[in-house]
């Protein structure tokens, strides 16, 4: 079953601009993660935010962790084309015994 | 250092056919997983191995999939016989350690893309 639920499903915008992504979750988690996945390839890691964090940077991404709303955003500033992927938040939940359950996903396309 | 490699690519069998994929994680790492990933959906765990012990494997359809990992370092995922909801991409991944004693990230193979037709 789907932890998360990313929202948008489907974001496109022109080279430059920033690119918001947001995930909800369910259940009590130890961390979150976001990863990149690229048109026919594997999931590359991103960022890791864990659950006593609010917000953590890396480059141009953002990311900011709501425990109390189970939410969470990444931020991707001045987006180039080769961002264009879909975005998956994970979360590692408390009670799952260390396994990462995924969200949905959200496509990002950043038009040159 | 070389990344976690799975083969084939990419399969193509009939429904009712036996067909395996094959895993070998980053060099070191203790932890394998097996997911699957619909289209249009973010990846599944069918089964977690720490070295070659399956330790999470509530999720795997045990009536036609199998997996091992002997030695504990390269794996295998079979599906006998396939369906066609099984046509899906199977990715492995692996970690140093499991979530969340080092809050490890995971590495992600290419997958291995099947159609049962």
């Known amino acids: 079953s789907q932890q998360g639920e990313e929202d948008p499903q489907a974001l496109s915008i022109q080279e430059g601009e920033n690119a918001t992504m947001n995930c909800s979750y369910k259940?009590?988690?130890?961390?979150l993660q976001w990863y990149r996945q690229n048109s026919g390839r594997g999931l590359v890691h991103l960022i890791l935010i864990r659950s006593n964090e609010r917000e953590k940077h890396s480059g141009r991404l953002r990311v900011t962790l709501d425990t109390s709303k189970k939410s969470s955003s990444l931020l991707i500033t001045a987006s180039r084309a080769a961002d264009t992927a879909s975005y998956f938040c994970a979360t590692d939940e408390e009670t799952s015994g260390s396994r990462l359950t995924f969200g949905e996903g959200t496509q990002l396309t950043v038009n040159p | 250092e070389a990344g976690v490699v799975q083969s084939p690519r990419y399969k193509i069998i009939e429904k009712k056919q036996p067909v395996a994929f094959w895993c070998n994680p980053i060099?070191?790492?203790?932890?394998l997983y097996w997911y699957r990933q619909n289209l249009g959906q973010g990846p599944e765990l069918l089964i977690r191995y720490e070295n070659e012990e399956a330790v999470d494997d509530s999720q795997l359809p045990k009536d036609r999939f199998s997996a091992e990992r002997l030695k504990g370092v390269d794996s295998t995922l079979k599906i006998q016989p396939a369906e066609l909801g099984d046509s899906a991409v199977y990715l492995c991944?692996?970690?140093?350690?499991?979530?969340?004693?080092?809050?490890?990230?995971?590495?992600f193979g290419p997958g291995t893309r099947l159609l049962v037709l």
């Open positions: 259940t009590s988690i130890n961390n």
């Open positions: 991944a692996s970690s140093l350690e499991p979530l969340p004693l080092q809050e490890e990230t995971q590495y």
């Open positions: 060099s070191g790492h203790n932890t």
